[in-house]
């Protein structure tokens, strides 16, 4: 083997073993989380056009640990439609005990960034 490859080997080598006594325990500490994290995001509208109405269900999961999931619904600030409510699965009832979407929203921010 060529010298500079060597060299270039030990340095890499070096480099992940600091790595690892660095951060190894916080590493290890947040589990598959803090190793890979990608979020599939979906929100869920109260009208039948984004323009028309407010978030009512937000859900976000890690694709690489089903377990790291954020799914709540809102209460909107106007009562859904009776279509809506068919189209939605889900009826003002349901939603009537439900928090207001600034605080879910702020909730799912905390739970993206964490």
Known sequence: MNDKLIQSQKRLHDSLFE????????LYLAGTRGLKRDL????????????????IHFYAVNRWDEDDEFD?????????????????GVTNS??????????VLKDLFRFIYL
């Open 40 to 55: 599939i995001i979906r929100l869920e509208t109260s009208a039948l056009t984004p323009e028309k109405g407010e978030i």
């Open 19 to 26: 790595l690892y006594i660095d951060g190894g325990l916080e």
């Open 72 to 88: 709540e619904r809102a209460k909107p600030s106007v009562a859904l439609a009776a279509e809506a409510e068919r189209i939605l």
């Open 94 to 103: 349901q939603l009537a005990n439900c928090r207001s979407t600034d605080l």
